[in-house]
């Protein structure tokens, strides 16, 4: 294709270059959260009593919205672009924190008083945390059926770190840049990679900048480490206001990656985290918090589904399965019993049958599994089958958070990979599960799993507790 061909296909399909658009549509999101956040702050406190509060003077507040705005633009939530969701959700703590925090401390300075009205803001800060996530992430739905295509970049290369670039920004628009151009010197790359043009000139650079404001460039051609860039490359990429370098570190997917600087030689500095005392202590009180405050709070809905399988299904509510956990330890996993108490005889039988034999290979679960009780079905589906397994956190044999128990079968598929994944404690929930559950393969939850080992944190943590309670009410990949 050439840059006069672009030049018509480009303009009959975007019209904007910026993130401005993007930006103000995500501060109103995050207005309405603030919105909820303090309505439901006053509304619980109104609840309580009645007499304490007026839930209608929340509105007098509203003039503090604003401040929230600028505060979570000084922390990069505008327009958010290419950021991550441990980071994301960082951000809007903190930034909330404080703007909260501000409230809190000039209602005290003014009327030398904790009241009603600051424990309405403090829940409504505890709240907000959930509710601009939920805020977000509805948003960016809005935004992708509406189709609006987010903000032009250009990639240079065509390789197989080009096309993977283009295939992930084309899959996840939340990223906030779509390909709409590739430059590469390589006539065998074609005219088109899934209907995006490529420029067989990656000298451009400045006319492209010049006739359509494209900002962004997408550096994904690592043989550029090793030989250097021409000085026309160079030139052409520099153009761009904004420029992105894939680099060629096959393996490594830490998010909190920190530049090195070796007398003019570039380093990347990371740390195995699971791997400080510090971290592995605040990761295991935060799981005792949460299993044992959230544990209260669901105690009697568990107590009635107990019950409910007692009186359903002969046989015990329980279900303990061995399972491989912290490296290759045997544990006995807890689970609802889901299943008829013959099981394990049962499956036997069926893997005598070819195709039943294939699917229980690739995933080591069935989708139409015969063995499995009607109560046993709603269980799995919305994963309350699995919510015994606070006892084995409690015990301190699984975290809340982390790659998912295996089985002794399951070993050989995860390959050298194993005892590296299974050097921290398995988790009740994982990556691989807010990202596909049981429809992802042995390949990919390596990957998911690799990707939390080198990425955690504790927002990472709370992150993905955010994303499992979306996928179980959704009830997606699970049986």
Known sequence: MTLNEFDIWYRA???????????????????LGVMLSFGTGFFLV?????SVINFKSFVGYWPYLPIFIIIFQIFRLYPGISLAPAEELKNFTIASLIAHGGIIISRFIEDREFDAISAAFIISFIVSCYILLVCRSCTHSFL??????????????SGPAGTMIVDRLLANRKMGYVPVLILDDDP?????YREIPIIHDTGLGYEIVKRFNIKMAIIAMPELERTGASWPLKKSITSFRYNVLISDFSGISNIWMSVR???????????HRLKMPWNLKIKRFVDLFIVIFGGSLILPFLLFIALLIKATTPGPVLYKHNRLGLNGKTIGV???????????????????????????????????????????RFLRRTSLDEFPQIINVLKGEMSLVGPRPVTEDEVKKYGDDFNRIFS???????????????????RDRVIYDTYYLQSWSLWLDLWVLYKTSGVVLKGKGAY
């Open 13 to 31: 399909r975007y019209r904007q270059t910026s993130s401005a658009l993007l930006a103000v549509i995500l501060g109103l999101s995050d207005l």
């Open 46 to 50: 109104n609840l309580y009593d009645l």
């Open 144 to 157: 992708k059926r509406i189709k609006l295509k987010g903000i032009p970049a250009v990639i240079f290369g």
């Open 188 to 192: 065998a790359s074609g005219d088109f």
């Open 261 to 271: 600087d070796f007398d003019g030689v570039l380093g990347l500095a990371a740390s």
């Open 334 to 376: 807890y689970k609802f019993r889901s299943m008829v108490i013959d099981a394990e005889e049962r499956l036997k039988k069926m893997l005598e049958d070819p195709k039943i034999r294939e699917e229980w290979e690739i995933c080591h679960k069935l989708k139409d599994d015969p063995r499995i009780t009607p109560i046993g």
């Open 424 to 442: 921290v404690k398995p988790g009740m929930t994982g990556l691989w599960q807010v990202s596909g559950r049981s429809d992802t393969d042995y």
